[in-house]
T-cell receptor, first 112, second 113 residues
Framework: AQSVTQLDSQVPVFEEAPVELRCNYSSSVSVYLFWYVQYPNQGLQLLLKYLSGSTLVKGINGFEAEFNKSQTSFHLRKPSVHISDTAEYFCAVNFGNEKLTFGTGTRLTIIP | NAGVTQTPKFRVLKTGQSMTLLCAQDMNHEYMYWYRQDPGMGLRLIHYSVGEGTTAKGEVPDGYNVSRLKKQNFLLGLESAAPSQTSVYFC????????????FGNGTRLTVT
């Protein structure tokens, strides 16, 4: 079955420290990969997407993600986080059909 | 530039009551989706539509019905609300090509007592 795994449900990080949010998916087919961010009491916003080409993708708010085909991963990183990055982050994968499959989300908490 | 608009934003229902959630998009998107979000479970797809007049079931369709009579609107109905349907409901839309991202509404918080 096609699935998306975000192993960390919660990640606490000190302000100005780096962070990595992990995402793995299970498929050998060609995929399109997305990261979304959800701020409190809001809908989801697109953070970045990987379609093809360079495996390092840059998104909004200083985030970037690296596509690793051999490890079927698409981890999200930021070198220095801010209080305003407190949110829930969702990895999503299009496995080649009409639907987008979401991970269960990672809640990022920034500690002042 | 409204994007995806959901109404209402909040609703409280008693068990057994019915209601309809409205989603409207002004981006001329072909595909539209209804998700529910529950703590620790991420987003689960209820129903979706790939075009006007067509709908399909997602992973958790039971207890819900949908209609897409116009391209810009996607309605989600609860025929007989149950406490298990207490959730936050999100509508999303996208263009028809596979690499298009989803655009989300701000959600409807539904409580069934």
């Amino acid at each position: 079955a096609q699935s998306v795994t975000q192993l960390d449900s919660q990640v606490p990080v000190f302000e100005e420290a780096p962070v990595e949010l992990r995402c793995n998916y299970s498929s050998s087919v060609s995929v399109y990969l997305f990261w979304y961010v959800q701020y409190p009491n809001q809908g989801l916003q697109l953070l970045l997407k990987y379609l093809s080409g360079s495996t390092l993708v840059k998104g909004i708010n200083g985030f970037e993600a690296e596509f690793n085909k051999s490890q079927t991963s698409f981890h999200l990183r930021k070198p220095s986080v801010h209080i305003s990055d407190t949110a829930e982050y969702f990895c999503a994968v299009n496995f080649g059909n009409e639907k987008l499959t979401f991970g269960t989300g990672t809640r990022l908490t920034i500690i002042p | 530039n409204a994007g995806v608009t959901q109404t209402p934003k909040f609703r409280v229902l008693k068990t057994g009551q019915s209601m309809t959630l409205l989603c409207a998009q002004d981006m001329n998107h072909e595909y539209m989706y209804w998700y529910r979000q529950d703590p620790g479970m991420g987003l689960r797809l209820i129903h979706y539509s790939v075009g006007e007049g067509t709908t399909a079931k997602g992973e958790v369709p039971d207890g819900y019905n949908v209609s897409r009579l116009k391209k810009q609107n996607f309605l989600l109905g609860l025929e007989s609300a149950a406490p298990s349907q207490t959730s936050v409901y999100f509508c999303a839309s996208r263009k028809g090509n596979r690499n298009s991202p989803l655009h989300f509404g701000n959600g409807t918080r539904l409580t069934v007592t």
